[in-house]
């Protein structure tokens, strides 16, 4: 039942002493999400307010309280979809942007170009007015101290995904008028390598929108997700089996048996259906829908798919 909104505060095995910190930082994104579309506000203008609230709450590995990568240094990616028109935009390693979901929306608005990277991104921030902050702003103690401890171990073999953090935000939304949109931002894996860019901002692996199919978000292992173009995988499967539900079902079945793949996906139908579905441990997440007196925010645990039906 529309309107609709469905964000992700990352799939990973979330420790016990965090469960309430990311269903609250979930739920705020949802409500912010969700105050846009009941004042007849856009699906992009929600899944942008609510990507902001999750990028600001340093919780979360996105904005402020992202991951460091092997320098010290926190790279930034975020990608925004309109399912009306197509268009898109996305930004990757951008060192000085505190809201990389509003850079990505501007390159969806405003320039020629869908993807744009590093300091290229960054000088069009400057163009579009987009103040640029000082790096070490968005680095919180936190993640100073775990990189601290990750160098002295000389640490750089790979860890498999899932035991470790990775709380990439992201949010699908369908307005009132019908329309879907859907945005991610993270700051990465966690130690990864300078200019290491995962599957959130890319179109079609980390996330997809087209109004006559569904969108979806993705968060997970992005080196696994690339490979299976997730996102787009779920919404192809939304349109074939009409069931935002069976679709994440499907599309995380498929990701998991055939690469052992390890991450989550949040959707929406045609029809305003919300589903999400994971194979980490546990997967954050908030959603609201027109017939639900508030947001439900909850830690997921495992591989079970739920849904709002109209
Ligand atoms: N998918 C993100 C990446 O690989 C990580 C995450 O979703 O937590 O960069």
Avoid at 185 to 214: E, Q
Avoid at 240 to 252: E, F, G, K, P, W
Avoid at 291 to 302: I, K, L, Q, W
Wanted: proline share 4%; with cysteine; net charge negative.
């Amino acid at each position: 039942m529309i309107p609709a909104i469905i964000v992700h505060g990352g799939a990973w095995d979330i420790p016990p002493e965090l469960h309430a910190d990311h269903r609250a930082g979930c739920r705020a994104a949802a409500e912010a999400g969700w105050i846009v579309l009941a004042t007849g506000g856009s699906a992009l203008d929600a899944v942008e307010a609510a990507v902001r609230v999750m990028e600001d709450h340093p919780v979360f590995d996105a904005g402020r309280g992202s991951h460091l990568n092997r320098d010290g240094v926190v790279e930034l990616d975020a990608g925004m979809m309109d399912g009306r028109t197509l268009m898109a935009g996305a930004v990757a390693c951008v060192k000085r942007i505190a809201n990389p979901i509003s850079l990505a929306r501007r390159v969806l608005h405003d320039s020629e170009h869908v993807f744009l990277v590093g300091e290229g991104a960054e000088r069009f921030a400057e163009e579009a007015g987009i103040p640029l902050c000082d790096p070490a702003e968005l680095i919180v103690e936190r993640e100073r101290l775990l990189w601290e401890a990750r160098r002295r171990t000389n640490d750089e073999r790979r860890t498999e995904f899932g035991r470790r953090s990775s709380d990439t935000v992201g949010a699908v939304a369908m307005d009132a008028a019908g329309n879907l949109a859907v945005g991610n931002s993270t700051g990465g894996t966690s130690f990864k390598h300078p200019g290491r860019v995962g599957d959130t901002p890319i179109i079609g692996c980390g996330l997809y929108a087209d109004n006559t199919m569904g969108a979806a978000a993705c968060t997970g292992w992005g080196e696994q997700i690339m490979k299976a173009v997730l996102a787009k995988t779920t919404v192809d499967q939304i349109a074939l089996l009409r069931s935002a539900t069976d679709a994440a079902n499907v599309a995380i079945a498929y990701f998991e048996h055939r690469i052992g793949g390890r991450g989550g996906v949040i959707c929406i139908s045609p029809a305003g259906q919300v589903a999400w579905a994971f194979s980490t441990p546990h997967l954050a997440y908030a959603y609201r829908t027109a017939d639900m007196p508030e947001v439900v925010a909850e830690v997921g645990v495992r591989a079970i798919a739920r849904e709002r039906r109209e």
